[in-house]
Structures are given as C-alpha cells and as structure tokens.
C-alpha cells in the first residue's frame, strides 16, 4: 500500500525470490543509496527478515554500515523471539509481573484437549507466530479443539522436509512450525499502545481502544485515542526489558469490571494507529526524527491527554451509520492512496 503513496521519495524493488541472500543485497542497495539510519518494517515478514540478518550476520553478506542500521533500528537481540512470538511474549510479560492470559504451550491433540478442559470452554488456540487474528481459533468445546489442532498439525507433518528444502534456497529466515497455545478469553474491551523506542527507552506512545473491528479477534476499524496510565506503564517495563528500538504495538485487554490489563500480544512495527498521535500531542515520527537528529531521548514517556474517537483508513472510506459525528481518517492530501483503496476494495464508498 506505501507504495501507491505520494509521500515515498524513492521506492526500491524486491527480488521474486524470498531468499534472505537476494533480499539482503536489495536491502543493502537501498540503505547504501539512501544513506538510511533506521529501518522500519511494515509487516511480520519484515521483522522476522531482519531479526534473521541481524542474528547471521556472518553469512548475510551486508556490509559494516548497512548492519549498524539494522542493529540501531532492532535493539536488544536476545529478546527478538520475545518481540515476534506470541508464547514468548506471554513469558516474559508474566516475568515482569504483567497479567497474561490463562494458557498452556501444547504439542500434541491429547494435550490441547487435557489443557483445554482444564481451562474451561470457550478457548481459544492460538499459532504462535500470527498476525491480525488469522491465527487464532475460537474452541467451543473439547470436538472443535481436535478439529483445529489436528488442522494445524496437518500443516507440520511435512516441514522437515519443507525445512530443508527452505534452508538450501535459503527460504529459511521465516518462522514455520512455531508453538500452538491454548487460552482462556478475557471478557473486556481491547486497547492497543502503539509507541516509539530506542535502546530500551520508550520516548512516547498512545492508547486507543477499539470500538469496532473488521471481523471477531481481527484488527480495528474505529477507535478511541486515550491514556491508560496502567497500560502505558506495562508497555514502558515491556520496552525496557525488551532493549526494544523502532515501532512497537501491544495490545490489552481491559476486564469490564475493574481489574489489571491483561497483555495479549506485541507487534514489532507500526500499526494502524501509529501516525494518529500527531492528532493528540504525540507525534511518534517527530520523536524519532528528534532522537536521530538529537541522539537525545525524553526524560520520561510522552503521553496522550486527549480523547479522539476516530474510523481508521480504509474502513474510513466506507459510510457508518451506526458511528455518526467521529472522525474519519482519509488522507485527501494523498489522493492517490485513496484511488488504490477503492480500486481493492470496489464495496467502499469515500464518505462525504
């Protein structure tokens, strides 16, 4: 989509090939072209890329600069399973004294179903390298847990041999056959905080609950931008155990009656709302922008202490009776982006 916007001042291509050998030169081209000095990946695949870089840089083939670039924009790698796996999150969230769902890292049908019953129905299986929400199973009962682990499990019976075949094309920088877990639902609203970090050090960051989403567990289509102090507070000692640097998301959920946050997962990037807080006092671009131009970070984290509601971009496009008066975030300056959104989308219509 970042490529259909006006604002990209140079756009590099990517190999067809997924091997890390030929996505690394292209990446080394871009940074030594663009005299880069962070690295900000869009997506999962982009954070496991470069986590797989950073972690080999004896067979990546980058040289000195470009790798100093990767390292500045990661942070801390022993904590990078932490950053992009759901189980690993979790463990080192109730480490830190953060509440975590009820759950259990399982490996075979017998066991998720024994964990299951002793959680108690509904669950919910969980792959542990996902993102919005596909991963995710909603298990009414002991049958549908078979159903969705022997389903998950069909997809491994083959990776060594995929495995190695991945390895020898050099294919083998993407997580396969990562931990299934089984969990309790948290009964509450969810609340994401998306901020910006550098060596441990979240400079700021915002909060905004979901008010509706694209489909049940998956991403947020209108939100309200706020401050939870508890849950900024638990995203602040997630960074610093982390050494986290660049863009991070976590989301919560928050119990309807009282009660601590409840962590639910990290996303190692910006995320959807990540360019709102300009809207509420917490530019999270101009923070880093200050920071590398500075090398001064803030003596505490930024926060919000203003409210928005607001329809995210694409949902935006699309009329919602039921969400009269809030904001919509459509970017007219790119007229472009919006035109691309519309033809992928032909079920839109822009909103007046």
């Avoid at 969990?183 to 905080?193: A, D, E, H, L, T």
């Avoid at 996303?267 to 090398?295: K, M």
């Amino acid at each position: 989509m970042l490529g259909h916007s006006r604002y990209p001042f140079r756009l590099f291509e990517l190999p067809k090939s997924r091997s890390f050998r030929g996505l690394a030169k292209a990446l080394e081209d871009a940074v030594s072209t663009s005299g880069a000095r962070w690295i900000i990946p869009g997506d999962e695949q982009s954070v496991a890329l470069l986590q797989f870089l950073r972690l080999r840089r004896n067979v990546a083939g980058l040289s000195p600069g470009s790798m100093a670039v990767i390292e500045a924009s990661l942070g801390n790698p022993c904590f990078f399973d932490a950053c992009l796996l759901k189980s690993n999150t979790l463990r080192l969230a109730s480490k830190l004294g953060i509440k975590v769902p009820r759950g259990f890292t399982v490996t075979s049908v017998g066991e998720a179903v024994a964990r299951a019953d002793d959680l108690g129905f509904p669950v919910f299986l969980k792959e542990s390298f996902s993102w919005a929400g596909l991963g995710v199973v909603s298990c009414p009962d002991p049958i549908s847990v078979r159903q969705a682990y022997i389903v998950k499990a069909k997809k491994r019976t083959m990776l060594p041999i995929r495995d190695l075949f991945r390895s020898l094309l050099g294919r083998h920088w993407y997580p396969t056959g990562t931990s299934i877990d089984i969990q309790s639902p948290i009964s509450g609203q969810v609340v994401m905080f998306c901020g910006i970090a550098a060596r441990g050090h979240l400079m700021g960051g915002i909060c905004a609950t979901q008010l509706e989403c694209a489909y049940p567990q998956g991403p947020s289509t209108a939100v309200r931008i706020c401050h939870e102090p508890e849950i900024a507070a638990a995203a602040e000692k997630m960074v610093v155990a982390l050494g986290y640097s660049g863009f991070i998301s976590f989301d919560f959920i928050k119990p309807e009656v009282g009660g601590e946050p409840v962590l639910i997962e990290c996303n190692a990037r910006p995320v959807p709302i990540a360019h709102l807080g300009a809207r509420v006092g917490v530019d999270l671009g101009v923070l880093l922008a200050e920071y590398l131009s500075t090398g001064v970070l803030p003596a505490k984290q930024i926060c919000s202490q203003r409210t928005l509601e607001i329809i995210l971009f694409p949902a935006s496009l699309r009329p919602w009776p039921g969400l009269q008066g809030m904001c919509r975030d459509i970017p007219f300056d790119d007229p472009a982006l919006i035109e691309f959104q519309l033809a992928m989308h032909p079920d839109l219509a822009l909103a007046a």
